[in-house]
């Protein structure tokens, strides 16, 4: 019971359809079973509460809340609707990022909308949460936001928005930590390497009309880790280490969870 009283937000706890267990959803699962009353975010409801069914199923307490995550109404919202049923906010763990599904491509292709699109959800999204859970973090003296960018930001990756993205994630995570430090808030970020989610795998598989196997086996051969992909729950426990107080003493870190990945270089 890492988390146990604490109340953690996590945006982005639906998932994109296909086989496993995305990110988010692993993640809103980790924390309430850890003892967090979870409020789990997504612009799909639907599957925000599904997640919320399976936190039931193992006694856990969390509610289901639609937002659009480009839109700074819908996140102050979110915020509020968090705060005034649980009291507090400790835990803001940001989730969301498209590439591929938001039309993201290489720099002769990409297209306007598609950049604004990728931008809005993968950066802008992450900037407005924050935005309206500091001053509720500041008053308490007190909380942990974890963001999930991605290892395409250090790494040779192809599509723009995606990139450019994950890497200001990075940067803007920096400063919320020594912005905010002396308030007791922490903030990290975690660059999943090659992970087997619905929205890695599946998607690919539908846009590069392959079978999932084929992606599958295309992206284990690349990770040096026993040749396999990571999972969602890899990703969830290692945001679980950074909201929970064993990390009380790390801010502005940035986690590789990529099965070594990180280390080939040259």
Request: proline share 3%; glycine share 8%; aromatic share 6%.
């Amino acid at each position: 019971m890492r988390l146990k009283d604490r109340v953690a937000i996590v945006v982005g706890a639906g998932q994109s359809p296909g086989e496993g267990v995305g990110n988010g959803r692993a993640t809103a699962l980790t924390f309430a079973r850890e003892g967090a009353k979870v409020l789990c975010v997504d612009h799909n409801l639907k599957s925000a509460e599904e997640t919320v069914a399976l936190i039931g199923q193992n006694q856990g307490t969390a509610v289901a809340f639609r937002a659009d995550a480009t839109k700074d109404a819908d996140l102050k919202a979110m915020v509020a609707d968090a705060h005034a049923r649980w009291g507090r906010i400790d835990i803001l763990h940001n989730n969301v990022g498209v590439s591929i599904s938001g039309g993201d491509a290489e720099l002769l292709e990409i297209t306007e909308e598609a950049y604004d699109r990728c931008m809005a959800i993968n950066l802008k999204s992450v900037i407005l949460a924050c935005k309206h859970v500091i001053p509720i973090m500041r008053e308490q003296k007190s909380g942990a936001i974890v963001n999930i960018s991605s290892m395409a930001a250090i790494t040779t990756y192809p599509y723009v928005a995606y990139k450019a993205s994950k890497t200001a994630m990075i940067a803007f995570t920096e400063q919320l930590a020594y912005q905010n430090a002396k308030y007791g808030i922490r903030a990290n970020v975690i660059l999943p390497g090659l992970m087997n989610t619905p929205m890695a795998v599946d998607t690919r598989a539908r846009e590069f009309k392959k079978t999932r196997a084929q992606v599958e086996a295309e992206r284990d051969a690349k990770v040096p880790l026993r040749g396999k992909m990571g999972t969602g729950w890899d990703v969830a426990n290692a945001a679980l280490f950074l909201a929970s107080d064993e990390a009380n003493f790390i801010t502005g870190v940035t986690l590789p969870v990529d099965g070594g990945a990180s280390v080939q270089t040259g």
